[in-house]
């Protein structure tokens, strides 16, 4: 649904569209750390979007875990005393995870347990694990 698109309306304004998607993981992807993503996605698309454009800083947009991979990359270019973004925007992005809220319900010792009992067999967290936690939330509770 085009007329539905942020990217297709960012790009009707004659701005620069690069966007990074998810793979699915399979268990050789199960050994990359938080740190590898962001290198291998943020880190590394900034310095595609440099060798493109000839710009050094950009404009970012993060959504889901991907807004909390692009928190974390701000925090790490600020510890590195690197200047890439100039602005950044989160679209439902968990950020501080010590207020979770609802969240919470599905994260409790019992809870991460399991998910390590699973995780070691497959190497990753299956999509539809992850799908059963969000559909049980029931967004309209929520409101």
């Known amino acids: 649904r085009p007329e539905k698109s942020y990217v297709k309306w960012c790009v009707d304004q004659g701005i620069a569209v690069f966007v990074i998607s998810w793979v699915n993981p399979d268990k050789e992807l199960g050994k990359k750390t938080w740190a590898d993503y962001m290198k291998e996605g943020p880190l590394a698309a900034m310095d595609v979007i440099e060798k493109v454009t ?19 990359t701000l925090a790490y ?12 925007t989160f679209f439902a992005a968990q950020v501080d995870f010590t ?5 919470l319900v599905f994260v409790d010792e019992n809870q991460i347990s399991a998910l390590e009992r699973d995780m070691q067999d497959s190497g990753v967290l299956e999509g539809s694990k992850m799908a059963m936690a969000f559909n049980m939330l029931r967004s309209n509770d929520l409101i």
């Open 54 to 72: 000839g710009e050094m800083k950009v404009h970012t947009a993060g959504y889901c875990v991907g807004g909390t991979m692009l928190a974390s």
């Open 77 to 88: 270019l600020a510890a590195k005393r690197q200047q890439r973004v100039t602005s950044a």
């Open 99 to 103: 207020h979770a809220g609802d969240l």
